[in-house]
């Protein structure tokens, strides 16, 4: 079985300065690994995802995240936070069961202060 | 292009009442599913579809029914409502079941049991 965990359920940065979520996967298959943004009443939408071609991950809006297979974690930073960023952010891990099976993290609400 | 489009987008229920939740895709996509999100438990699959005619159980299936008459759509119903069903309910679609594909998400339908 697969599972993800997410360290902290709130991260509080300030505007301008490093964003760093953490997520620690397990997994029995090597994973397909995913962050998802969601933004206040709307749905989850794909900020980034590894899928083995490359372990330094680029996605949308300036993040990025690194797969490092010895530590077990996916975890997605940006250099310097914008207002904008405040939402709440989803680590996933995909895997093939007979069909797409999903799994998500608890989430980790993050804060932007001016 | 619409995308993933739930309705309705809030419901307030009686214990006991039954509903329906609509999804519908217009991605022409085979996988859809439904999630429910609590806090601090994340996304949790309550039921899933990899092709018309065809569902399966996810992790949280009791008290929801399922049906995939057509590609589109896939309707979420509850018979008999339970203050435990109060929560945020997501489809998402899939364009195929590979473990790499991005699930795409509706807005969400926010569900109230008295």
């Known amino acids: 079985a697969q599972s993800v965990t997410q360290l902290g359920s709130h991260v509080s940065v300030s505007e301008g300065a490093l964003v760093l979520l953490r997520c620690n996967y397990s997994?029995?298959?090597?994973?397909?690994l995913f962050w998802y943004v969601q933004y206040p009443n709307q749905g989850l939408q794909l900020l980034l995802k590894?899928?083995?071609?490359?372990?330094l991950v680029k996605g949308i809006n300036g993040f990025e995240a690194e797969f490092k297979k010895s530590e077990t974690s996916f975890h997605l930073t940006k250099p310097s936070a914008h207002m904008s960023d405040a939402a709440e952010y989803f680590c996933?891990?995909?895997?093939?069961?007979?069909?797409?099976?999903?799994?998500f993290g608890t989430g980790t609400k993050l804060q932007v202060i001016p | 292009n619409a995308g993933v489009t739930q309705t309705p987008k809030f419901q307030v229920l009686k214990t006991g009442q039954s509903m329906t939740l609509q999804c519908a895709q217009d991605?022409?996509?085979?996988?859809m599913s439904w999630y429910r999100q609590d806090p601090g438990m994340g996304l949790r699959l309550i039921h899933y579809?990899?092709?018309?005619?065809?569902?399966d159980q996810g992790e949280v299936p009791n008290g929801y029914n399922v049906s995939r008459s057509t590609t589109e759509d896939f309707p979420l119903r509850l018979l008999s409502a339970a203050p435990s069903q109060t929560s945020v309910y997501f489809c998402?679609?899939?364009?195929?079941?590979?473990?790499?594909?991005?699930?795409?998400f509706g807005e969400g339908s926010r569900l109230t049991v008295l």
């Open positions: 998402a679609s899939s364009s195929s079941g590979s473990a790499s594909g991005e699930l795409f």
């Open positions: 997994s029995s298959v090597p994973p397909y």
């Open positions: 590894y899928t083995s071609a490359a372990t």
């Open positions: 996933a891990v995909s895997v093939v069961r007979g069909y797409q099976k999903v799994t």
């Open positions: 991605m022409n996509h085979e996988y």
């Open positions: 579809s990899v092709g018309a005619g065809i569902t």
